[in-house]
């Protein structure tokens, strides 16, 4: 093995927490409350992502559409860009490591390994958050979807990775959380894979799974 590539949102960082938080608070300046609003969020969020990683809609397009939707409004773009910062605000405040991340970063390098995140977000926001959380000197590259054609689980966006790290598929191993994206989508392109499974919501899942990422050897 001469490579490994970690996912960012929820493998490296605690992304869901930090978006329910989030939006519970911004959405309650908004008079929306209740049970089901991280749920309903979330489930927005992936499903116009999802648009915005088959290049059918912008970063940004995919944001105002996500706050149209969930405010069930007819909002003009800065409208929506309005309110989308103010959730944007509060969800990089709540942004926080996993505590079994830096060292599994560290022993990957130890290893001799070259380190990488591939991931589905925005390059800039990525990089700041990688900057911002002290990852960006913990990793020696990062490939992020939006300076690809497409995004995980299209076998370019692996493929585009594993060369920028200066390996081949065959010698790359690939961790997300993700049984989908990162799992299958790596194992399709060539790698081999490891699901980080966390809450155990995937027990019977045919594929290499590990509960912590203090699990992972190489």
């Known amino acids: 093995m001469r ?67 969930f405010l069930g409004r007819e909002l003009t773009g800065a409208e929506a860009d309005a309110l989308f910062a103010g959730y944007l605000e509060r969800y990089e405040a709540g942004w926080s490591v996993f505590a079994d991340a830096v060292p599994a970063l560290r022993r990957a390098r130890a290893a001799g390994l070259t380190v990488g995140v591939l991931t589905n977000g925005d ?15 913990e990793i020696d590259l990062l490939v992020a979807s939006s300076m690809l054609p497409a995004g995980k689980p299209d076998p370019l966006a692996f493929g585009h990775a594993v060369e920028l790290a200066g390996a081949r598929a065959a010698e790359t191993l690939m961790v997300g959380d993700s049984l989908t994206k990162d799992v299958l989508g790596a194992q399709r392109a060539g790698l081999a894979a490891v699901l980080l499974d966390r809450a155990g919501v995937h027990p019977t899942a045919r594929v290499r799974r590990i509960r912590s990422l203090d699990e992972l050897t190489f």
């Open 3 to 69: 490579a490994v590539l970690f996912d960012l949102d929820d493998t490296l960082v605690d992304q869901a927490t930090a978006a329910g938080a989030a939006v519970v608070a911004w959405a309650a300046t908004a008079g929306v409350t209740g049970a089901d609003v991280a749920a309903r969020w979330a489930g927005i969020s992936e499903r116009h992502f999802v648009r915005y990683q088959r290049r059918q809609v912008t970063f940004t397009g995919q944001r105002r559409d996500r706050v149209r939707e």
């Open 123 to 137: 390059e800039h926001q990525q990089r700041r958050k990688l900057l911002r959380l002290g990852l960006a000197g």
